[in-house]
């Protein structure tokens, strides 16, 4: 049966994510200390077993140059012992009538492998979302890196906008609340990725740093043109490496036309969203937790 989940189940949440996902229970025990609502995740109980969950995140799709309402998909999840039941297929489902129901015009995922894309696909998911991958060695960034920066002491809010107001020309990208920015870039920290952000005479900018084998996975990038070398000297000092691998909107950030374009995302049209209002281009996803 297919409800919205109870104030009482985070600990069965948990245990969900916890044997689907391999996380110990400090990841969604982070998460649903932060993001958990009952109107925002809905359930599938089987003989009394909570058999899947999924997650409807609100958020916004630029649509035609305005910010319109949206749910970002996270964390769906089925227990292994009921999978192949067309479990998850009906939670999209619902998850798609609640949306809209609620106002959402979209529906956006960002499916982790080839499977998931063509599981969505099977659900009314289309490719929509991409990023541009730029490998930057430390000595190209160290030419650009300018010094003359004071650590960020401003509000997420305010970094926030300066993500809204880079993706403006950008239709179709997902945008986020304040609040649920500052919950996204904490739930990276808690798997270790850090927001290295700057103030600068060219405004404040950001970058949230994954380092791995040496490396340095730059998830997102926000600075105007003017800030970015201000940006590239914290990134040295903050999250030194010896490559960088920036995930950037295809049409704008640093190192223009550099890279290759990845798929990343998918998107759903609810009720009264319609894709062909989105003007051609190349939608950026960018900070979704993945």
């Not at 049966?1 to 689907?20: T, Y």
């Not at 109980?45 to 970002?72: D, F, I, K, T």
């Not at 015009?105 to 659900?123: G, N, T």
């Not at 490396?215 to 490559?243: G, W």
Request: proline residues 6%; glycine residues 12%; contains cysteine.
């Amino acid at each position: 049966m297919i409800a919205f989940a109870g104030g009482g189940m985070r600990r069965e949440l948990s245990g969900l994510w916890q044997e689907c996902f391999g996380d110990p229970a400090a990841y969604p025990e982070f998460f649903l200390g932060l993001f958990f609502a009952p109107q925002d995740c809905l359930v599938d109980r089987e003989g009394g077993e909570l058999a899947a969950a999924v997650y409807l995140l609100p958020a916004q799709v630029l649509e035609n140059g305005r910010p319109v309402q949206a749910h970002y998909i996270f964390a769906a999840a089925t227990a292994p012992r009921f999978r192949s039941r067309g479990i998850m297929s009906r939670l999209l489902e619902r998850a798609a009538e609640t949306g809209a129901a609620r106002g959402d015009r979209y529906s956006a995922v960002l499916p982790s492998d080839e499977e998931l894309y063509r599981f969505y696909a099977a659900s009314g998911y289309a490719d929509f979302f991409s990023v541009r991958a730029a490998d930057v060695q430390a000595s190209r960034l160290r030419a650009a890196a300018r010094g003359g920066w004071a650590p960020y002491a401003g509000s997420a809010d305010a970094l926030n906008r300066l993500r809204a107001e880079l993706l403006a020309e950008s239709d179709g990208s997902l945008l986020w609340s304040g609040e649920m920015f500052r919950k996204s870039v904490a739930m990276s920290g808690a798997y270790g990725d850090r927001l290295v952000a700057v103030q600068t005479g060219a405004g404040p900018a950001y970058a949230l740093c994954h380092m791995e084998n040496g490396a340095c996975m730059l998830l997102e990038t926000a600075a105007r043109k003017a800030a970015f070398p201000f940006l590239a000297d914290a990134i040295l000092r903050e999250a030194p490496a010896e490559r960088y691998r920036f995930r950037l909107p295809a049409d704008g950030g640093p190192f223009p036309g550099e890279g290759e374009l990845l798929r990343f995302g998918m998107i759903k049209a609810l009720g009264g969203g319609d894709r062909g209002a989105i003007r051609p281009g190349r939608p950026y996803l960018g900070l979704g937790m993945d």
